[in-house]
């Protein structure tokens, strides 16, 4: 299927005016897709699966820059370290830590961001904030990761309010932790997505994370 040309232009667009980084998230979709993307001007591709970024990163030669954005398990952050331009979805010291000792031996500074929990639904990834904070305090020690801020994911809901307010929680804590001398490489914000990514833009995302909008739907089961 080709891809939205048109609205992805447009989306463009409106991220610009806002200064906010887009994502296209190119998950399940075919090499294709993201070489004409990559040629229309996108830089940034975000993937879920450790095997299907390795193999898209293999055939893809050009310069893209490929985020990683779904659950990571720690034997398979080796694969990625060489090339990942940015890890989404730290969840746990231990990965984090797996993450340092990796980039460490190709000496690499890996930059990371930490996934907060913010929706209601529990089967969702994510750090609450007493693990954040131990990993905050933990993470100067390790030097080759470079914590750059933070990511989220809404409640799969159509109650936009509910969406909003937990978009602005993680503003908030974004912003607090900001001011910390432990979180002086914050500048990133990674939320919103195809459905609710207006939403985040406005409760002060910097980073988007787009796919079936730009893409078109995917369809194959536990699409989220
Ligand atoms: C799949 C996915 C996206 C993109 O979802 P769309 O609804 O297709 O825009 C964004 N973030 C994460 C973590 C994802 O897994």
Same mark, same amino acid.
């Given at each position: ?14 991220? *610009? ?8 998230? !190119? ?21 879920? +699966?450790? /095997? ?16 990683? &954005? =779904?659950?990571? *398990? ?29 980039? *460490?031996?190709?000496?690499?500074? %890996? ?18 904030? @007493? ?7 933990? !993470? ?31 503003? /908030?804590? +974004?912003?607090?932790?900001? @001011?910390?001398?432990?979180?002086? !490489? ?7 997505? !195809? =459905?609710?990514?207006? &939403?985040? %833009?406005?409760?002060? @995302?910097?980073?988007?994370? &787009?796919?079936?909008?730009?893409? =078109? ?8």
């Amino acid at each position: 299927m080709p891809i939205e040309e048109i609205r992805y232009q447009q989306i463009v667009k409106d991220l *610009q005016a806002a200064n906010v980084t887009l994502v296209a998230v !190119s998950k399940t979709k075919p090499i294709e897709d993201i070489i004409e993307l990559h040629q229309a001007g996108q830089l940034d591709f975000g993937e879920n +699966y450790v /095997q299907e970024l390795i193999e898209k990163q293999q055939k893809i030669t050009t310069n893209i820059h490929w985020h990683f &954005i =779904g659950h990571l *398990q720690s034997n398979k952050v080796k694969q990625i370290i060489p090339f990942v331009h940015l890890i989404h979805s730290i969840d746990s010291l231990k990965l984090l830590q797996e993450v340092n000792k990796q980039a *460490q031996k190709i000496n690499r500074i %890996v930059d990371c961001l930490l996934q907060v929990h913010i929706a209601q639904e529990e089967t969702k990834f994510g750090l609450d904030e @007493s693990e954040l904070n131990e990993i905050i305090n933990t !993470s100067s020690s390790l030097e080759h990761v470079r914590i750059k801020g933070l990511m989220g994911m809404a409640t799969f809901t159509d109650d936009t309010q509910q969406v909003r307010s937990e978009y602005q929680k993680l503003k /908030q804590l +974004y912003n607090k932790l900001k @001011s910390l001398p432990q979180c002086s !490489s914050f500048d990133t914000l990674s939320m919103g997505m !195809s =459905g609710d990514y207006k &939403i985040a %833009v406005e409760e002060g @995302s910097t980073m988007v994370r &787009i796919g079936s909008l730009i893409f =078109g739907e995917r369809n194959y089961n536990g699409s989220k």
